[in-house]
């Protein structure tokens, strides 16, 4: 029997490793260009697209400005300081108005999933909420709160808060049940129960939630920036938009509405992006299997 | 003891080994999902004892009521006639899916119920440690869930049921997804742990088999409604394989039960 009894723990043992061995992972430099590639291109096929626009003079060089001459306007105005000080002041608006859309709307969604009376009082609200534009607070905000800084937060939180609630609901109805069983029979309840099982189940969800609240708070961002005027206001991306309205500068409002892209394109890609990845990675989930 | 139709009789539940108070004890008990005329009769009038360090396993047709059984033994589900009696605080419970968190790794899967119960940290860290040696995954400690085969989920599975010190063990089908020769390991796995730790065994499965390759005891259950048709002790030296021809005889014989029992289905 003893001899029967290693032949078994060497078949496991030889099962396991058959099963822990990773296949080798691609280079490094390899998967850069894989991934880096295609995006070059598809900007190169557009930038030459615009190019060839200005050539054949589709609309006179003031309405159309050549890709130089928006690059030209981008150094000016980056060694008047003017972008790094209009990136700045916009996204510390957007991080704090965002943030506190995460504080409302983090307990909020947690209330309307777990509490079925809130869920079916306001449920119907907060999705309407979340696909009104989010511009028809400027007025509001305006009116109330005068031509500042905290008319832009009040337009952004609102923008915002219905995407993190949202998120957070969605997420928590779509815990498995045999993981709410297996919490139950480990003998979790109540609070623990959500501490160990319902919440971290529930993270990617809220996670895709928040990514989408940060890109609705940074619309209306540029919303609110666009039409809040005022002299001891802060210079933000959409003022910097809005100057180039003012002076007539389609190559300093193209200039500013790429980079206001570029700011979007760079939070997702070096918060959320690698926020979410890690996450579902350490799970299994999103095509980061072994 | 009550006599089937063929004459032979059924073994009565306290079977001499396990003689003394039963660990778990089903009395009458019944379970109906929905009302009125669409009502389902899970379970009707099961009586069942399971003796302690007895390993039972519970075979039966699908729709049956085995899972509804169980969940009625592990408390997440009520009767709704009937009692349901379990010594020695709530029973760990393993399903046919290991039902593993995903975003913990394997050694703090095993540590949860025990943080769950609030053991100290360190004395925590050595069971986890001790667990894992059990069922052979000491090297998978940091691995997540996805990165493991059905067979070592399972283990992992078994090794958090333990690490929840009950005295009662309940399994839903656990390997019925698992190749054959993993099941033929877990199998071993299974009966050396239960039999070391004398754990009382609830265990449900499809497989014929695999009942008779573990059990001390096979409840035969019939279906809709779930109720005990026969039980068959299980008079086979152990270690046992799933290969012995003891176990292959026995095995036929139930089935043959087993397949008069859906028979009545077909014939309505």
């Keep these: 029997m003893a001899v029967a009894d290693a032949d078994l723990v060497r078949t496991g043992a030889g099962l396991d490793a058959l099963e822990l061995s990773a296949p080798p992972a691609p280079s490094r430099l390899r998967r850069v260009v894989r991934v880096v590639a295609p995006k070059v291109c598809a900007a190169a096929v557009l930038l030459a697209a615009w190019q060839l626009a200005v050539n054949l003079h589709v609309r006179p060089s003031y309405l159309l400005p050549a890709p130089s001459d928006v690059w030209s306007t981008f150094v000016a105005q980056w060694r008047e300081g003017h972008i790094t000080g209009a990136v700045w002041t916009s996204i510390s608006r957007g991080a704090f108005g965002f943030a506190i859309a995460l504080l409302i709307g983090t307990p909020l969604g947690l209330l309307m999933a777990r509490v079925a009376t809130v869920r079916l009082a306001i449920g119907s609200l907060v999705a309407a909420l979340q696909s009104l534009p989010s511009v028809v607070w400027v007025v509001p905000g305006l009116l109330l709160l005068g031509p500042n800084g905290a008319t832009i937060v009040f337009v952004v939180v609102l923008g915002a808060f219905p995407s993190v609630a949202l998120g957070a609901v969605a997420a928590l109805e779509q815990t498995p049940p045999l993981l709410v069983d297996v919490g139950r029979s480990l003998g979790a309840r109540g609070l623990a129960l959500h501490r160990h099982v319902l919440l971290p189940a529930a993270l990617p969800g809220y996670l895709a939630g928040c990514r989408q609240a940060w890109s609705f708070a940074w619309r209306s961002l540029m919303a609110a920036e666009l039409i809040t005027q005022s002299s001891d206001l802060g210079l933000g991306l959409g003022q910097l938009l809005d100057s180039g309205r003012q002076t007539l500068d389609m190559s300093l409002a193209i200039m500013a509405i790429l980079v206001i892209l570029a700011v979007g394109i760079a939070v997702d890609g070096l918060v959320f992006s690698p926020l979410i990845r890690t996450v579902n990675s350490r799970r299994g989930l999103g095509g980061a299997r072994a | ?268």
């Excluded at chain 2, 899972?67 to 589900?77: H, M, P, R, V, Y």
């Design chain 2, 1 to 268: 003891m009550r006599v089937l139709a063929d004459g032979t009789a059924a073994v009565s539940p306290a079977w001499p080994a396990f003689a003394g108070p039963p660990a778990i004890r089903l009395e009458a008990v019944s379970r109906v999902f929905g009302s009125g005329a669409r009502a389902v009769d899970a379970l009707d009038g099961v009586d069942l004892e399971v003796g302690r360090g007895e390993f039972v396993c519970v075979v039966g047709a699908s729709g049956c009521g085995k899972s509804t059984l169980l969940a009625l033994i592990a408390g997440l589900d009520r009767p709704t006639e009937g009692r349901v009696e379990v010594e020695g605080g709530r029973p760990a419970l393993m399903f046919q899916d290991a039902g593993l968190l995903p975003w913990l790794t394997v050694a703090r899967n095993v540590d949860l119920p025990m943080r769950l119960r609030r053991v100290p940290r360190d004395e925590r860290a050595a069971e986890v440690d001790r667990l894992l040696r059990l069922v052979h995954l000491e090297g998978a400690a940091d691995r997540r869930p996805h990165q493991l085969s059905g067979g070592m989920r399972q283990r992992v599975a078994l090794a958090r049921a333990l690490a929840q010190r009950s005295e009662a063990l309940l399994m839903d089908e656990p390997f019925a997804a698992v190749d054959a020769i993993t099941r033929d390991l877990l199998h071993e796995d299974l009966a050396r742990v239960a039999a070391d730790r004398a754990m009382s065994v609830v265990f449900v499965t499809h497989n014929v088999r695999e009942a008779v390759r573990l059990g001390d005891r096979v409840v035969l259950l019939t279906s809709r409604p779930g109720r005990v048709a026969e039980e068959f002790s299980v008079d086979i030296a152990r270690p046992r394989r799933i290969e012995d021809p003891a176990v292959g005889a026995l095995a036929l014989r139930i089935t043959a039960r087993l397949r008069e029992e859906i028979g009545r289905h077909g014939r309505r």
